[in-house]
Every structure is written in structure tokens, then in C-alpha cells.
């Protein structure tokens, strides 16, 4: 499985941006699909996931801003990201999971400044 992710970039705090992941490859096999991040100096965490059957999951911290969503069709995930803070400058990385293993993307960077 191979993913690639893109969107991210600089913005305001406030402001919003929409990430997008595309997966190709052997993609029968994936089950959840989601987003991570990490900042500089800090671990990858857990952004929002979102299963092939039932409900998604989010971070505390993104709650009732970002919306992950999944595009069975075209084997995307997107990520809808609102009222952005400085906080959630990171470097966001694509996540698809099988029975055995998870893929990754590449990482695409996201930073909030004014």
C-alpha cells in the first residue's frame, strides 16, 4: 500500500485547511484510515481515524474543528481542518491500517503563523 498525502502549507490562525491522502496498491487489504501528527521535539499522535464500517475518533484537541472524512471510491481520506491555532503546527502524516500492519505517507507540513 502506498499513500500520498497533500494540502498542507502555511495559514493564520483561524484559518483552515484540507488535507487529502490517496492510497494505491494492494488496498483490499485496508481497514481504518487516518491522520497523525508530530511536532518538533515530540512523538506522532493520533489526529482522527476513520473505519471502513462505524464511527471516527478524534483527539481531544481537534475535536469540534477538524473532520476526517473517506472516499471508498477513490481510496482517499481527507482531513478538513478549522479554526486553526499555532498549537496544530506539525508535520500531519497519513496512516492506513491492515489485519497485520499499518502504511504511512510521506508527512506533509502544516504550520500556523501569523
Known amino acids: 500500500v502506498q499513500l500520498q498525502a497533500s494540502g498542507g502549507g502555511l495559514v493564520q490562525p483561524g484559518g483552515s485547511l484540507r488535507l487529502s491522502c490517496a492510497a494505491s496498491?494492494?488496498?483490499?487489504?485496508?481497514?481504518?484510515m487516518g491522520w497523525y501528527r508530530q511536532a518538533p521535539g515530540k512523538q506522532r499522535d493520533l489526529v482522527a481515524i476513520?473505519?471502513?464500517?462505524?464511527?471516527?475518533n478524534y483527539a481531544e484537541s481537534v475535536k469540534g474543528r477538524f473532520t476526517i472524512s473517506r472516499d471508498f471510491a477513490k481510496n482517499s481520506v481527507f482531513l478538513q481542518m478549522n479554526s486553526l491555532k499555532p498549537e496544530d503546527t506539525a508535520v500531519y502524516y497519513c496512516?492506513?491500517?491492515?489485519?497485520?500492519?499499518?502504511?504511512w505517507g510521506q508527512g506533509t507540513l502544516v504550520t500556523v503563523s501569523s
Open positions: 496512516n492506513a491500517r491492515s489485519i497485520t500492519r499499518h502504511y
Open positions: 496498491g494492494s488496498i483490499f487489504s485496508i481497514g481504518a
Open positions: 476513520i473505519p471502513s464500517g462505524g464511527s471516527t
